[in-house]
């Protein structure tokens, strides 16, 4: 399943918010998917599974949506932290798991 | 606390060997699934391999099938990926990831990462 995340890189300042689409080349069953985060040096962190739980640990100004092949994490109110690489993954697909390319949230 | 510590990483030629090993702690590392996960300089990440619980199961992506071999040593707490017949394509950190769930292995998602290890291919 191949996942596709846009935009490529946002630009925005601390205390907006952030919009992330990942969609899907074909629905993702159970909305098996997943959010993490990566800063540069680290490994990814886990932010959401199942399309909206939220992992343990993850503020509540992360929230994650959709369902069918289309799917949103949301940011808001960015924090200095949240500027980082964000990619999806799937992991409803008898085709195996996939990641989504990434989107970068910069600095504006 | 959750600990994965990737170790075995280097600069190896072409068609060469290496095996990265993963000592786990902080949880009861034979009730869980265990996999590598990859990533090549600047780009994504790419599922790699994964092994259940009871090292009795095992599944590769199609890049590495036949070339990449997973194991584990539950009395070690330790995750294994064997490496041949490498390629330029397979420069990569290579992260060993846990998934959350002690019923699934071969649809994972990772709730646990290590720091990752590199691995370059180069002659």
């Known amino acids: 399943v191949l996942l596709t995340q846009s935009p490529g890189t946002l630009s925005l300042s601390p205390g907006e918010s952030a919009t992330l689409s990942c969609r899907a080349s074909?629905?993702?069953?159970?909305?098996?998917l997943a959010w993490y985060q990566q800063k540069p040096g680290q490994p990814p962190r886990l932010l959401i599974y199942?399309?909206?739980s939220r992992a343990t640990g993850i503020p509540a100004r992360f929230s994650g949506s959709g369902s069918g092949s289309d799917f949103t994490l949301t940011i808001s109110r960015l924090e200095a932290e949240d500027f980082a690489v964000y990619y999806c993954?799937?992991?409803?697909?008898?085709?195996?798991?996939?990641f989504g390319g990434g989107s970068k949230v910069e600095i504006k | 606390e959750v600990q994965l510590l990737e170790s075995g990483g280097d600069v190896v030629q072409p068609g060469g060997s290496l095996r990265l090993s993963c000592a786990a702690s902080?949880?009861?590392?034979?009730?869980?699934?265990m996999h590598w996960v990859r990533q090549s300089p600047g780009k994504g990440l790419e599922w790699v391999s994964g092994?259940?619980?009871?090292?009795?199961?095992?599944n590769y992506a199609d890049s590495v099938k036949g070339r990449f071999t997973i194991s584990r040593d539950n009395s070690k707490d330790t995750l294994y990926l064997q490496m041949d017949s490498l390629r330029g394509e397979d420069t990569a950190v290579y992260y060993c990831?846990?998934?959350?769930?002690?019923?699934?292995?071969?649809?994972?998602?990772?709730?646990?990462w290590g720091q990752g290890t590199l691995v370059t291919v180069s002659s």
């Open positions: 990831a846990k998934d959350p769930r002690t019923w699934q292995w071969l649809l994972p998602y990772f709730d646990d």
């Open positions: 902080g949880f009861t590392f034979s009730s869980f699934a």
């Open positions: 092994i259940n619980n009871g090292g009795g199961d095992t």
């Open positions: 074909q629905s993702i069953s159970s909305r098996y």
């Open positions: 199942g399309a909206s």
């Open positions: 993954q799937q992991y409803g697909s008898s085709l195996g798991v996939s």
